[in-house]
């Protein structure tokens, strides 16, 4: 079945630090790709998205481009802030079925 | 500002409990969800729904039930509550457009933090 895989936290990166989180999927067909975020305390909110092969997402600084040949969504950022600590998922999705997200990993940024 | 509301925010129950989770969402989303995530994090979908008087079940649900007899109401009921049932459960709901594709995004409440002593 459809799967995603993200690399394991924790991730604890100093102020303007460049950040990559790998994700990479398996998956029949061509999905959709996703980054959520979770902040302490609260539920997850997309973060960006990218529906067909290289599509570039992005949003608040991060980017993704969905990379079919390498089925990969590794995310980006080139200058983190304390304000980006969160939980951040990878999620794929085909057609109407629900949402697989990745086990999620953990960012930590220091001042 | 949040349009899908969980209640209550936080829970302490007995073992042998029954507990309904509340959800309910003002943005007329046909589609409804229903994670538990774990204190690791990752999430286990427990049940969905694709509309009024639809129920699906996902990878953990053997142990819960859950009704949708209104677009804007989701609630998830524990029959008997359990410590191994201490965990964070979130509500999502999305816009479920009728095609081929349906990438409409997942919105999120806050989360019941249920703790079954």
């Known amino acids: 079945g459809d799967s995603v895989t993200q690399m394991e936290g924790p991730v604890t990166l100093s102020e303007e630090a460049f950040l990559t989180i790998n994700c990479t999927y398996t998956?029949?067909?061509?999905?959709?790709l996703f980054w959520y975020v979770q902040y302490p305390g609260e539920g997850l909110q997309l973060l960006l998205k990218a529906t067909k092969a290289d599509d570039k997402g992005s949003n608040k600084g991060f980017e993704a481009t969905y990379r079919k040949e390498t089925t990969s969504f590794h995310l980006e950022k080139g200058s983190v802030q304390v304000s980006d600590s969160a939980v951040y998922f990878c999620?794929?999705?085909?057609?109407?079925?629900?949402?697989?997200f990745g086990k999620g990993t953990r960012l930590s940024v220091i001042a | 500002e949040a349009d899908i509301y969980q209640t209550p925010r936080y829970l302490v129950i007995g073992t042998g409990k029954k507990i309904t989770l509340e959800c309910s969402q003002t943005m007329g989303h046909d589609k409804m969800y229903w994670y538990q995530q774990d204190p690791g994090m990752e999430l286990h979908l427990i049940h969905y729904s694709y509309g009024v008087n639809s129920t699906e079940k996902g990878d953990l649900s053997s142990e819960s039930t859950v009704s949708r007899i209104r677009t804007e109401h989701f609630p998830l009921t524990l029959e008997s509550a359990r410590p191994s049932h201490t965990s964070q459960y979130l509500c999502?709901?999305?816009?479920?457009?009728?095609?081929?594709?349906?990438?409409?995004?997942?919105?999120f409440g806050n989360g019941t933090r249920l703790t079954v002593t």
């Open positions: 998956a029949t067909g061509y999905p959709s």
């Open positions: 999620a794929l999705k085909r057609g109407n079925t629900p949402l697989v």
């Open positions: 999502a709901s999305s816009l479920g457009l009728y095609r081929l594709e349906d990438n409409s995004p997942l919105h």
